[in-house]
């Protein structure tokens, strides 16, 4: 799985946990691009982005995380 593939993939969560059809990430993303993106939300992001990728992220991962590359990262790195 490539960098690409994640982007898309994360980019229609994205889109769908924020309901927001025109969100586009990129790995410079953070939580201060989207308006709704809140801790609240990032919980319900965290666990979408679990279920899409098959994966668990460690507590340290997540509150570790600076930006979508940070995620990208991660999900690669389970990947292998």
Known sequence: MNKN???KRLT???RDVFDDDS??????TT???IDDW???E???LIGAVEDEFSMRFKMREVSGMKN???MIDIIVQRGE
């Open 5 to 7: 593939d994640i982007i």
């Open 12 to 14: 229609e969560v994205f």
């Open 23 to 28: 969100i586009v990430i990129t790995e410079e």
């Open 31 to 33: 939580a201060h691009d």
């Open 38 to 40: 809140d801790s609240i």
């Open 42 to 44: 990032h919980i319900n």
């Open 68 to 70: 979508v590359g940070e």
